[in-house]
């Protein structure tokens, strides 16, 4: 870890008692973040927000929406798909045009909290990273943050590896205590890109969080780090659509994230599975996870989750769907598996919970 930069910011996503605080415009206190050394040039963001000089640098020109659109051959009411880049500040508007996904425009975040990796709990004040996805209900027009998005925290994934949190959103304004704050007039434009998708038929705007731009050489860089089997995981997403153009299917297999690329545009309204995918042909085939595995895994996961965590399903009745990677864990003849935060067998989750 470098140099730690200490900042005092207005309190953005409060969070107590699990639902947001509304607060005054003017904030009445502050908190304290400490930033390691990713993107310390947020200090710089918010320096200038305070000081009124706005737009910040690398902002598109945000009266000119219509033209914009139109010189990049785009439609209001397009289907939306959004990549934030936390390391990189950096947050990516693409609009379907045909049969792929075009870039609209990247815009600076102007604040996030935390440093690089998942948000783990409730009040850590840390920015989530994984794949989300925000729905009409998900659109916020009142209260603190009039025009911002809900990003869902925590999704299937999250909820499997007993993550806590509540009301992470995209909202506006330049300070952030777990949310990506965007500025208002930047956040204006964001959500009316996506009431326009939703209310054009899109279900569900796809959000992408990742740690830094998921190239092989930032991995290897970050390669002795504690989160990098779960970033090789959202590199799997960032790779499809890399490749294709197209939002990714995601699937939580066993508390681990499947990514099947898409191949066909209408695909964009598929949202997180609980399932995991049909078994793959050839030597790293899915064996089947045995039936008291599972009962056993749910049983230690609700002994360690608060009642409202977990619902009550009886396994008998739920059955388990997931599977185990067979080949080089079953080379000594033991089938056995290790989660992306390197837990055993014994702590095995599997995907069937928290249906929604």
């Not at 996904?101 to 996030?112: A, E, N, Q």
């Amino acid at each position: 870890m470098g140099a730690l930069h200490h900042i005092v910011l207005p309190l953005g996503c409060l969070l107590v008692g699990g639902a947001m605080a509304a607060l005054d415009p003017a904030p009445a206190r502050a908190v304290t973040i400490e930033l390691g050394d990713v993107a310390p040039d947020r200090i710089e963001r918010q320096r200038a927000f305070t000081e009124g000089t706005l737009p910040l640098a690398g902002t598109p020109d945000l009266a000119r929406l219509d033209e914009r659109l139109e010189h990049k051959g785009l439609k209001l009411g397009a289907p939306l798909f959004i990549r934030i880049f936390k390391a990189e500040s950096e947050f990516e508007v693409w609009l379907r045009q045909g049969e792929r996904f075009v870039l609209l425009d990247s815009y600076p975040i102007c604040h996030w909290s935390g440093t690089i990796g998942p948000k783990l709990s409730e009040g850590d004040m840390q920015t989530p990273e994984g794949f989300y996805t925000v729905g009409l209900r998900q659109l916020h027009h009142s209260g603190r943050w009039p025009r911002s998005l809900n990003l869902g925290y925590p999704n299937r994934y999250d909820r499997a590896l007993l993550r806590t949190g509540s009301y992470i959103l995209l909202h506006g304004g330049c300070s952030s205590s777990g949310c990506f704050a965007m500025t208002d007039p930047v956040m204006d434009e964001i959500y009316k890109l996506a009431r326009a998708a939703l209310r054009a038929g899109q279900r569900q705007v796809h959000v992408h969080v990742f740690p830094f731009r998921m190239t092989e050489a930032n991995l290897a860089a970050h390669a002795e780090g504690p989160w990098i089997e779960f970033w090789r995981e959202l590199k799997q997403g960032y790779d499809a659509f890399e490749a294709t153009g197209l939002p990714p299917r995601i699937n939580v297999c066993q508390r681990r994230y499947v990514v099947e690329p898409s191949r066909a545009p209408d695909l964009v309204n598929h949202g997180i599975a609980a399932d995991c995918p049909a078994p793959p042909d050839g030597p790293q085939a899915w064996s089947p996870l045995p039936a008291s595995f599972a009962a056993s895994a749910i049983g230690q996961m609700r002994e360690k989750a608060d009642p409202g965590q977990v619902r009550d399903q009886d396994a008998q009745r739920q059955p388990a769907r997931g599977f185990v990677a067979a080949g080089a864990h079953q080379a000594s003849g033991r089938r056995h598996v290790t989660t992306s935060n390197g837990e055993r067998p014994e702590r095995y989750g599997v995907a069937t919970l928290n249906r929604d």
